[in-house]
């Protein structure tokens, strides 16, 4: 999905991207929370709204107990990002030649 923001008088803008992606991590088929915020609209909270939506769709639209996000150790900020929509850091991965956090979070699991 593409991020826009619209002031009153202007054309929308696209400010950013966040969607689900299946990848392959360490032989394993998973689905990443991907999301990319230009720097000037940083703060506003835009990218954790954005990715918990993402997170909340995969929980009850895939078929899948885990989502992931595939974050580079010196991006805080795409960290800080992944740490309020509840994921922590699973484990650490050489992915694409670089080393990379995988933070995960899994689906809750429904009580009787």
Not at 5 to 10: G, H, I, Q, R, V
Not at 21 to 47: K, S, T
Not at 69 to 97: C, D, F, Q, Y
């Given at each position: 999905?593409?991020?826009?923001k619209t002031p009153d008088s202007e054309v929308p803008k696209i400010i950013g991207?966040?969607?689900?992606?299946?990848?392959?991590?360490?032989?394993?088929?998973?689905?990443?929370?991907?999301?990319?915020?230009?720097?000037?609209?940083?703060?506003?909270?835009?990218?954790?709204?954005?990715?918990?939506?993402?997170?909340?769709?995969?929980?009850?639209?895939?078929?899948?107990?885990?989502?992931?996000?595939?974050?580079?150790?010196?991006?805080?900020?795409?960290?800080?990002?992944?740490?309020?929509?509840?994921?922590?850091?699973?484990?650490?991965?050489?992915?694409?030649?670089?080393?990379?956090?995988?933070?995960?979070?899994?689906k809750a699991p429904v009580g009787p």
């Amino acid at each position: 999905m593409e991020l826009t923001k619209t002031p009153d008088s202007e054309v929308p803008k696209i400010i950013g991207d966040c969607g689900i992606i299946l990848q392959q991590v360490e032989g394993e088929r998973l689905y990443e929370i991907g999301y990319h915020l230009r720097r000037d609209f940083w703060g506003q909270g835009l990218a954790t709204e954005a990715a918990v939506a993402c997170r909340d769709w995969a929980f009850t639209h895939l078929k899948t107990d885990r989502v992931i996000s595939l974050i580079r150790p010196e991006n805080l900020a795409s960290r800080r990002v992944a740490e309020r929509v509840g994921m922590t850091v699973w484990k650490e991965v050489n992915w694409r030649g670089l080393p990379h956090c995988v933070y995960s979070i899994e689906k809750a699991p429904v009580g009787p």
